[in-house]
């Protein structure tokens, strides 16, 4: 069975063609900002950018922390237990206990 070559309308295009050009023209369309709205939304995006950063360097110090545990770190760990009714003591212990006993 031959494929049927599709007319041609009076502009020149097939009917599909015209179909996908008429498709497209109401897909695309644009959003038109004033330079106020531009300048709120940049200004938005800085700050995000910024909280961005911030977290990105408390984290990298909290890891930095975490591979060299200190004192303070050890404290302060000890004090976020405390209300979640942990104690570290015990922790470290059950820790102790769970990685010398031989698996079954």
């Not at 023209?25 to 300048?39: G, K, L, M």
Request: charged fraction near 25%.
């Amino acid at each position: 069975m031959l494929a049927k070559i599709p007319e041609r309308r009076e502009d020149g295009k097939s009917d599909f063609t015209a179909a996908m050009t008429t498709r497209r023209n109401r897909v695309t369309s644009s959003i038109q900002a004033t330079e106020e709205d531009t300048t709120k939304f940049l200004s938005v995006l800085e700050n995000i950018s910024q909280e961005q950063r911030n977290i990105c360097a408390l984290l990298d110090e909290l890891i930095l922390l975490m591979q060299m545990p200190s004192e303070s770190v050890l404290k302060v760990l000890e004090g976020l237990l405390l209300p979640m009714g942990q104690n570290m003591v015990e922790l470290t212990e059950g820790l102790k206990t769970q990685l010398t006993e031989p698996e079954a």
